[in-house]
């Protein structure tokens, strides 16, 4: 798959999860016990409905078979690591998005590798993509997601002034490195790309709005106030791109279709949570969580 898939993918994405490691602390893996409430509503968005919601769209909407099974490799990536810094600019709860982000990063090492194997046995079964394998999938997963995560929690508890003054530029690299994630493989499809956005462009937007709104809904019934509804409904719109890209590209190759709805969504989430983002301001007075 060359040298930009096998060396440069991971590194980026590794990195980019050792630097949402070094923003972490141990406060956010507790939250489930004193904000038991607001996170269980946000966990049960992110790892049940999300993927139903996007296994129905799938299922009811006319797509290539690989072009369903990447909506659903991004319907199963997690919550991305710009949904605290949005959540934060729409006035939302930013703990909980953390607390989100960083537990639902750890619990794909078994979510992603059910989900993608699942999807794909449903929309393409034996085919000439050949064999997806959980254990194989969910090995790579753990290397590239949660090693570097650990690792990075673990500099944050030990060498706390260190993260602290090195965490921005972490965080600077990191989103060079999605950018750059992002460009790579909009340009290994560059010749496909029109036609791939016309195909994938509208079900992942429809995917990023509907979720959305749904997370908004439930939210309001279940969580506990406004902030809280912000963060949650940013954690379901906000998905990890660089995951959904490095595991299409893993199991399908750099130029595959599979690839492309990873690449569109993360081109639309920005778009529809800046408005969001821009919607909540004009319409809030700020939040005090």
């Given at each position: 798959?060359?040298?930009?898939?096998?060396?440069?993918?991971?590194?980026?994405?590794?990195?980019?999860?050792?630097?949402?490691?070094?923003?972490?602390?141990?406060?956010?893996?507790?939250?489930?016990?004193?904000?038991?409430?607001?996170?269980?509503?946000?966990?049960?968005?992110?790892?049940?409905?999300?993927?139903?919601?996007?296994?129905?769209?799938?299922?009811?909407?006319?797509?290539?078979?690989?072009?369903?099974?990447?909506?659903?490799?991004?319907?199963?990536?997690?919550?991305?690591?710009?949904?605290?810094?949005?959540?934060?600019?729409?006035?939302?709860?930013?703990?909980?998005?953390?607390?989100?982000?960083?537990?639902?990063?750890?619990?794909?090492?078994?979510?992603?590798?059910?989900?993608?194997?699942?999807?794909?046995?449903?929309?393409?079964?034996?085919?000439?993509?050949?064999?997806v394998s959980i254990g194989g999938l969910a090995l790579k997963v753990?290397?590239?997601?949660?090693?570097?995560?650990?690792?990075?929690?673990?500099?944050?508890?030990?060498?706390?002034?260190?993260?602290?003054?090195?965490?921005?530029?972490?965080?600077?690299?990191?989103?060079?490195?999605?950018?750059?994630?992002?460009?790579?493989?909009?340009?290994?499809?560059?010749?496909?790309?029109?036609?791939?956005?016309?195909?994938?462009?509208?079900?992942?937007?429809?995917?990023?709005?509907?979720?959305?709104?749904?997370?908004?809904?439930?939210?309001?019934?279940?969580?506990?106030?406004?902030?809280?509804?912000?963060?949650?409904?940013?954690?379901?719109g906000l998905q990890n791109g660089t995951v959904a890209i490095a595991?299409?590209?893993?199991?399908?190759?750099?130029?595959?279709?599979?690839?492309?709805?990873?690449?569109?969504?993360?081109?639309?989430?920005?778009?529809?949570?800046?408005?969001?983002?821009?919607?909540?301001?004009?319409?809030?007075?700020?939040?005090?969580?």
């Amino acid at each position: 798959m060359g040298f930009v898939t096998n060396i440069v993918l991971p590194i980026a994405l590794a990195f980019i999860m050792f630097s949402l490691g070094l923003g972490l602390t141990v406060k956010d893996f507790t939250r489930l016990v004193y904000q038991p409430k607001d996170f269980t509503v946000g966990l049960f968005m992110q790892i049940i409905i999300l993927p139903l919601v996007g296994l129905g769209i799938v299922t009811i909407w006319p797509l290539q078979p690989e072009i369903a099974l990447g909506v659903m490799i991004i319907a199963a990536a997690p919550g991305g690591v710009t949904s605290n810094l949005l959540t934060s600019y729409g006035r939302g709860d930013v703990a909980l998005s953390i607390s989100l982000t960083a537990i639902v990063s750890l619990l794909s090492v078994i979510t992603i590798p059910a989900i993608v194997v699942y999807s794909y046995q449903y929309l393409i079964g034996n085919s000439q993509l050949g064999e997806v394998s959980i254990g194989g999938l969910a090995l790579k997963v753990f290397m590239i997601v949660t090693i570097p995560m650990i690792l990075g929690l673990l500099v944050r508890h030990f060498k706390e002034e260190f993260a602290i003054r090195f965490q921005n530029i972490a965080q600077k690299i990191a989103a060079v490195l999605f950018a750059l994630v992002l460009i790579g493989a909009i340009i290994k499809q560059r010749e496909n790309i029109v036609a791939f956005y016309a195909e994938a462009g509208l079900v992942t937007l429809g995917l990023n709005i509907l979720m959305m709104i749904l997370a908004w809904i439930i939210a309001s019934v279940f969580a506990s106030g406004l902030s809280q509804r912000v963060a949650i409904s940013m954690e379901c719109g906000l998905q990890n791109g660089t995951v959904a890209i490095a595991v299409a590209t893993f199991l399908f190759g750099s130029k595959s279709p599979v690839v492309i709805p990873a690449a569109t969504y993360s081109l639309t989430m920005f778009i529809t949570a800046l408005a969001f983002v821009y919607f909540l301001r004009r319409r809030t007075t700020p939040i005090t969580s």
